[in-house]
């Protein structure tokens, strides 16, 4: 008999009642009394468990009677009406086939685990309700990013991981290289001779992929990276994990005000999109995790974002009378501290703040007239604080230059991304989304561990 | 004046037909006569160009005459019928903006260049009609394979870059890592001493997700992988990168038969949605890269795949009098010349190939029943041979375990895999698709170089 899937049961209820189906899942309680007992089964499907009734007309009841948390079955049997179970259907077993008997040692007992124990077992983790919701939610939300842009007939450009360039200095990077390190090759100076490693240069993993995709900009318009990157950052905190998926947009033709229209509607889809199709989950993580989870991102699909300058963010802070911990001066930049008090008391909803000063961020965002700030643009919301960092690019050949040779930046390790502004540049602009950092907005998973399959961290490349 | 598309102009044409538009894009021709000219203007959104009439009632009809090949530019107008364009519209200029000049230099000018030499301009080779296609098509294939596998239920992993197992000893492998190279770090017996090193132990590039999502697929049932994986062959042929993307489904309760489906299913699905959402580029391919790429193509989506055994191919293969350049034995691995001449000779459509001989078999296949063999598939399709490889995982503990002790493998290494099997195993199944071998079959493209935006390959990581 085909197998359906506890998914199909629960959306489409009214056509499975009173007929014969086979679910083939997990064994997660089992409760039994000496002639019937009661199966939750989950399939992996489905958030939600199906209850499954059998009785001791079963061939092997004494032996499914015995069954162990987390054994793989096959069940067949009817489907019927049921008052008394969460869902208002149940199935009654005709046949149950014990597939994989799980061993007696399972570490994931009914009991409540700490999520970090549960780091420690990573491998499983995915079979308990939060983990379950959380990497079907990073599934979802995947897929709702791929939507958007596609749907917008925006081009996917997978960039390089492996890369000799260093966008924006951003920060510490694994170094790729296939040299022995017990017998390293030197040169006559006696230094390392990357001339014999694999590439023939040095080579790291990527900070970001924005320099290479702004190429791609100059010949599709619109385009998005969507892929892992990395930071050797030696920062053990809840937010920061050494590997990590980014979402980087690249429009052209387009400004700084484009730009943060993108942001805003991509934010908006991917939260609604969620919400339509995780509502299980979604409802999981509002009852479980964070009781103030469904009003926030209600808040944000239905707010228009609103729109400040560094300059008045830095005045409205100053003049808050708040005792923030990090004190607050034009040209420093924002603490989460500044940016949550901007967007949760100030606002109370999403805000972009515009206009930072240019010694603050990256020399390829574009100097704005008055010579001082940038086109750049952060997106803060409630609860978290940035979670969008994007600029207008610099098109101008000129200035690029100067402002890169200002910086001390070879401008010959970048013939590449400065002939675009050479052969038909045009104004363009982009942002950067942590993928993580969204999920966790969406879930309020509040540990980088927690969202990602086998997280990496200092000192830390288990599984 | 909001901009339009050139893909919304041809796609719903009458809709915008005698009105007012306006287009930004780059210039890829100019005819230009004393009075009047003609602009072919690509946009990025679609493959054609769309035709530009203009005439001296420009008020910079000087300037715009002397426009070079590559120049921005945003053009307003009112789309009117053509019959002379290749497209039966043309846009009738009111204004032309100059928004980037391209300077005289540009290396794409418009005679033909070799695909070795837009190798080297890679950040521009994107804005030839071939490498438009190759990438659009590329971005749209991504989709697809999503599509397919959300479409399914299908829970999409990130499974980790960076690993500290090495999955089936399938390659060599990059080390990652932050130990100075110049200072390196030393335990007392005089070793790289990793236990210093950022994860605190000796790390590379994943060569494979599988391990990893098969402990997904017990949480899930059905999953699948999507990400950059690395080999460190010094390969210097036209299939092989360091870095290309692989797709890895894995799914449970599921055997080989299930595995061969899917794949099946999985391959017409992505060429039919690539057919019907670029077409443009698929005829581009078809006359310009490989005349039979839509036969080819057409052949594999209306075929029922074919099946045979190792071993009966094998017999095919020698009683075929086929002087082929490596001998065909029982053990050995089937080269491409069999593989080609078994899909294109004999089966004239894609065929798997099933129950390889378990030495030339990764050790997490499984066996089968006749303990020489195991559950592997190769499916091979013609015109490349090889383009899947998958196989039924062997989920008997007992089995497995000596399995990996006859090839010397650590069991103590591979623990949370082996515990998948103690704790609620089933059987199940999975594949892997190279993306970038899809992509060439799709297009018809030879060079995985050309497939690949910033492509990594021996003593080569340009850009």
């Not at 991981?161 to 790729?176: K, L």
């Not at 030696?234 to 005000?257: C, G, Q, V, Y």
């Not at 999403?350 to 390829?364: D, L």
Request: charged share 25%; net charge negative; aromatic share 12%.
């Amino acid at each position: 008999m085909e197998p359906t899937s506890v998914k199909k049961l629960s959306r489409e209820t009214n056509h499975f009642l009173d007929k014969k189906v086979r679910i083939e899942g997990w064994v997660r309680t089992l409760r039994v009394s000496k002639s019937f007992g009661f199966i939750e089964i989950n399939d992996g499907t489905f958030f939600g468990n199906l209850q499954i009734v059998f009785d001791e007309g079963l061939d092997n009841f004494l032996d499914v009677a015995k069954l162990t948390i987390s054994s793989a079955i096959c069940v067949e049997g009817t489907l019927v009406e049921s008052p008394r179970a969460k869902q208002p259907f149940e199935l009654k077993a005709e046949k149950v086939e014990i597939v994989g008997l799980c061993a007696p040692d399972y570490p994931l007992q009914k009991k409540r685990h700490t999520f970090e124990f549960l780091r420690t077992i990573a491998h499983l983790r995915p079979r308990t309700n939060t983990f379950s919701a959380v990497f079907r939610v990073r599934s979802i939300l995947a897929y709702a990013i791929h939507k958007f842009f596609q749907d917008k007939g925006f081009v996917y450009v997978h960039t390089p991981i492996i890369t000799s360039s260093d966008c924006e200095g951003a920060g510490e990077m694994f170094r790729v290289s296939t040299l022995d390190l017990c017998n390293m090759a030197k040169d006559e100076t006696g230094n390392v001779n990357f001339a014999e490693d694999f590439f023939g240069k040095e080579t790291s993993l990527t900070v970001s992929g924005q320099l290479a995709v702004e190429t791609y900009s100059m010949a599709f318009k619109n385009v998005y990276t969507f892929g892992p990157t990395f930071r050797a950052e030696k920062s053990n905190t809840p937010r920061h994990a050494a590997e990590f998926w980014m979402i980087e947009p690249e429009i052209a033709f387009a400004d700084l005000s484009d730009d943060m229209h993108l942001a805003e509607e991509m934010i908006k889809y991917v939260i609604n999109y969620v919400l339509e199709n995780a509502p299980e989950e979604m409802a999981f993580f509002h009852n479980f995790i964070d009781k103030t989870l469904l009003e926030r991102l209600e808040n944000v699909v239905n707010s228009d974002f609103g729109q400040i300058t560094y300059t008045e963010a830095v005045d409205i802070l100053k003049k808050s009378g708040v005792p923030f911990e990090y004190a607050v001066d034009w040209g420093k930049d924002l603490q989460t501290e500044h940016e949550r008090y901007l967007t949760e008391e100030v606002f109370k909803k999403p805000v972009f703040v515009t206009g930072y000063p240019k010694e603050i961020k990256a020399f390829y965002m574009r100097l704005n007239d008055d010579h001082k700030t940038v086109a750049a643009m952060d997106l803060l919301v409630p609860g978290v604080g940035e979670i969008i960092g994007g600029s207008q690019r610099e098109e101008r050949l000129d200035v690029l230059v100067k402002r890169m040779e200002e910086l001390g930046l070879k401008t010959e390790d970048y013939w590449w991304y400065l002939d675009i502004r050479r052969y038909g540049g045009t104004k363009h602009a982009g942002f950067g989304l942590g993928f993580e950092r969204v999920l966790m907005y969406l879930t309020g998973m509040t540990n980088i561990r927690d969202v990602i399959s086998f997280p990496r961290t200092p000192k830390n490349a288990e599984f």
